[in-house]
């Protein structure tokens, strides 16, 4: 799955509103309607907090099942067609970043068209979120988006492992997560690397920031999709306005931060109202309050 938005004008800061254009990739084979779920919150996320329209480029039998969940998305079912690269590539003049990942499966004629695409838009300077299976191409060809400053891996634990293993192949040292983030972003070409987990460790492999943003002790299947989806929306705004409005720190970096932060007070705002029976949709139902009291106060 991918995503990408254009603005309607205006550079960015916390509050300022934004964009016109967002899309998202997803996939998976035979079963290809089973991930349906997570390019719906990813691009749901990303007009919630702010995109114009968001994009979902999708295998054929997942289309329909996406585009029913929200009129608010617009379903391309292509990419498990022989001509995806092409498909895809009509629309990258229009798009100002892409999130790639969740939904994606691992079926390996998308696998390969992903592949291209990453190719297609690192060429046009566009900036692009990896999360979910997109990792999981990545860990199996690093060099994809080695030294591309404008791509941002957001794994969990289990995801941070395998792209050590694949990239480093050495022991990573579990006591100290900023190291390691650090360690695993210098491997990759100083590309902006977040971990999710109890604390969100950020590295662009010269600066290190954590998000201690209060969650909640509920943590939803999902909630990574809202994660991504409104990263992508960030890291253009964060680009626009650049280093003299993210005080001298990486906008990557910034975006990166402000996305983990939001989505934890989403997580935060619906555990209080929900509790254990919170869900993602819960979570995407706050980012309007928790937006307007995290950047417009």
């Not at 360690?183 to 950020?202: C, M, P, R, W, Y």
């Not at 932060?261 to 995407?284: V, W």
Request: with cysteine; glycine share 10%.
């Amino acid at each position: 799955m991918a995503v990408a938005r254009r603005p309607r004008g205006g550079g960015w800061e916390p509050g300022s509103p934004p964009t016109r254009h967002g899309r998202p990739l997803c996939g998976s084979r035979r079963l290809r309607a089973r991930y349906t779920g997570a390019p719906y919150f990813a691009g749901i996320s990303a007009l919630k907090v702010g995109a114009d329209l968001t994009h979902v480029f999708c295998a054929r039998e997942a289309a329909p099942v996406i585009k029913s969940y929200s009129p608010e998305l617009i379903v391309h079912p292509v990419l498990d067609s022989s001509n995806a690269v092409e498909e895809v590539e009509k629309w990258l003049p229009r798009l100002h970043a892409l999130v790639v990942g969740p939904g994606l499966g691992r079926d390996d004629l998308i696998l390969n068209n992903v592949r291209g695409i990453l190719e297609a838009t690192k060429a046009r300077d566009i900036p692009v979120v990896i999360d979910a299976d997109g990792l999981w191409l990545i860990a199996q060809q690093p060099a994809l988006i080695h030294g591309y400053q404008k791509a941002i891996l957001t794994p969990n634990r289990v995801e941070f492992s395998r792209l050590w293993e694949a990239v480093l192949s050495s022991p990573m040292d579990t006591q100290n997560h900023s190291g390691s983030v650090l360690k695993l972003s210098q491997a990759l070409g100083n590309i902006t690397v977040v971990q999710k987990g109890e604390h969100d460790v950020i590295s662009n492999g010269q600066q290190v920031f954590v998000c201690s943003q209060e969650g909640s002790g509920r943590r939803c299947g999902g909630q990574g999709d809202l994660l991504s989806g409104s990263l992508g929306v960030m890291v253009h705004w964060a680009l626009l306005a650049g280093p003299e409005k993210t005080q001298g720190s990486s906008p990557l970096l910034v975006a990166a931060w402000g996305a983990c932060t939001l989505t934890r007070e989403c997580n935060h705002q619906a555990f209080q109202k929900y509790g254990r029976s919170m869900t993602t949709t819960d979570m995407i139902a706050e980012v309007g309050t928790a937006f307007n009291k995290l950047f417009m106060t």
